[in-house]
């Protein structure tokens, strides 16, 4: 029956990660909070159904190479070039701006030796890449500005995993070996980059032809599992971390038409392995270590939270985002990552840190993953409050003479455009055709000094705020459309937008049945669904490919129209 034992682990584990997962959803919450908690409940410091630890940690492994590998599949120039500045520059200078603050914290106010303190400033400088994503995704603001400028910090921040665990050789190193140790480190990775980046121009395209022409999808996803695992294992060998191997062979992979195949079949099992890894991650965790020693948990939870908030929030800020977009970029950046657990092990590997640092490090892990939707959802309820009042409007189109010179041409704008993404931009594009006259608000700076390049009338700053909507002449414009896809965004806007002018005809995008609901009732003429108008398009092409008259398709969607509401789309829908 002993041989069992390490089946019947996986089963309880699972089983409990499921119980975990189901209740936190119902609570609206993400499942990786479910995990943890359902992994201190079932683990050696809980009720003790699962005993073996080092299974699951051995299994934990293999979700971290799991993840690192696809996220170096998934890895995109582009999708940091959509972000602009903030993206790449914002994200670097969190990292060492948190770094430096946390290393002072660390050392003035935890009282850790200054290679503890500085490891500690490097732990906190990560945020996690999965709890992010999983909250953006079930509050529907993927797309929203703070979701895209969050998104792109946080690839950088998974990108600089990998520099971190080449580096971490170098904390446990004395002064005196602290140059050597780095050379040592810096010249294995280079011979590892340089084998790898070998195989992967040279062998890697061969062998996985030969094998995708066999057409066997299992074949292919053990060759995929063992270009992961071996790659891990190589790095391991030169004595560097096996995440940094599976990230490097993700990346090589990307470069071939085998990535999209790669990706869809890892997928699943990658989801389990990252599922077996936070249920281990909470399995590490004693509320006897948090009872016990709950002053310096909680100073070292406040510590890490201020400081994350704080960076993330002063960054925002800096390269010209508004106040509501820093709000919820610092709430949603404020915990510790995924990867920093990965970076604790190895610090605690190498003797950089104690039993008892790497112990208080796990518990401000687990708990501010868990405050981080908490966070959020306060930030959501506050801001509508903020948002009524004044703030400063900051004109990026030149200064107020400007602006009175195009009143003076201009006295009474028709059309208030709020946000110049994708849909915003077409709208303008056809009103500037037409010769309407139009002004936008946009909360982008980059993209604002793009409209001022072009010489179209544009107002920095956040719509949602009454303010800054008076600034555009919004009591005497006609129609205000609202193009932005966040939930909370648009229906503050339009509050505050009828305050102002309770005349006005406002035309605003939707996502949900739930979010219709509330804007009909506040009055708003229209409402638009992009998701639900591409609908239409598909079923036009597809009655016109089998025949129907252009006459007969019209008739038919004018008639679903007219029967229909908008149909319910799930929160999490994107464009």
Not at 453 to 459: A, G, M
Request: aromatic share 10%.
């Amino acid at each position: 029956m002993a041989g069992f034992d390490p089946i019947v682990n996986v089963a309880i584990v699972l089983a409990a990660a499921l119980v975990g997962g189901m209740v936190a959803h119902r609570l609206r919450q993400p499942v990786i909070l479910g995990y943890l908690l359902i992994g201190v409940a079932v683990g050696p410091y809980g009720f003790g159904l699962v005993g073996d630890v080092e299974l699951f940690e051995t299994l934990a492994t293999i979700g971290v190479a799991l993840l690192m590998f696809t996220v170096g599949l998934e890895i995109s120039y582009s999708q940091l070039r959509e972000t602009g500045k903030v993206g790449i520059w914002g994200g670097i200078a969190q990292i060492l701006a948190t770094f430096v603050l946390g290393l002072i914290a660390g050392k003035f106010l935890l009282r850790w030796p200054l290679g503890e303190a500085a490891f500690f400033g490097l732990l906190i400088s990560l945020s996690s890449t999965m709890v992010g994503l999983k909250m953006l995704m079930e509050r529907g603001e993927l797309d929203s500005m703070h979701g895209r400028i969050m998104i792109a910090i946080l690839i950088v921040q998974d990108l600089s995993v990998v520099l971190m665990m080449v580096g971490v050789p170098v904390f446990g190193a004395s002064l005196e070996r602290l140059l050597p140790t780095f050379a040592v480190a810096m010249s294995k990775t280079v011979l590892f980059l340089g084998i790898a980046i070998g195989l992967g121009l040279w062998v890697l395209p061969w062998l996985l032809g030969r094998v995708a022409g066999l057409r066997s999808r299992e074949l292919f996803l053990l060759t995929v599992l063992i270009l992961c695992f071996g790659a891990a294992f190589g790095t391991y060998i030169f004595g560097l971390s096996i995440a940094f191997g599976a990230f490097v062979v993700g990346l090589l992979l990307r470069e071939s038409v085998f990535a999209h195949q790669a990706m869809a079949e890892i997928t699943h099992l990658r989801d389990v392995f990252a599922t077996l890894f936070f249920v281990s991650l909470g399995m590490l965790l004693s509320p006897k270590f948090v009872v016990e020693n709950w002053s310096m948990v909680t100073l070292a939870i406040v510590v890490i939270i201020a400081v994350k908030f704080g960076v993330c929030f002063g960054i925002a800020r800096l390269f010209g985002y508004g106040g509501r977009t820093a709000l919820f970029i610092g709430a949603g950046l404020a915990q510790i990552g995924e990867f920093s657990f990965i970076l604790a092990q190895a610090g605690m590997d190498s003797g950089i840190i104690p039993g008892y640092s790497y112990s208080l490090i796990i518990s401000s892990t687990v708990v501010t993953m868990l405050l981080t939707p908490l966070m959020v959802t306060l930030v959501s309820l506050v801001y509508p409050r903020l948002a009524k009042a004044p703030t400063r409007g900051k004109l990026v189109v030149g200064d107020t003479s400007l602006l009175s010179e195009y009143e003076s041409r201009h006295p009474s704008p028709e059309i208030v455009l709020c946000g110049y993404g994708r849909v915003g931009h077409n709208v303008a594009k056809n009103l500037y055709d037409l010769g309407i006259p139009y002004l936008v608000i946009e909360i982008d700076p980059e993209l604002v000094a793009e409209m001022h390049s072009k010489d179209e009338k544009c107002i920095y700053g956040d719509a949602s705020n009454a303010h800054v909507l008076s600034l555009a002449g919004l009591d005497r414009a006609r129609v205000l459309i609202v193009t932005y896809p966040d939930p909370l965004s648009v229906v503050t806007t339009v509050k505050n937008a009828l305050r102002i002018n309770a005349r006005l005809k406002i035309v605003a995008r939707v996502h949900s049945k739930r979010e219709s609901e509330v804007l009909e009732k506040l009055g708003v003429s229209e409402l638009v669904s992009p998701e639900y108008e591409a609908s239409f398009e598909f079923l036009r092409h597809t009655l016109a490919y089998i025949g129907w008259s252009r006459s007969r398709i019209q008739k038919r969607i004018s008639r679903i129209r007219n029967d229909e509401e908008i149909t319910e789309l799930s929160d999490g829908d994107e464009e």
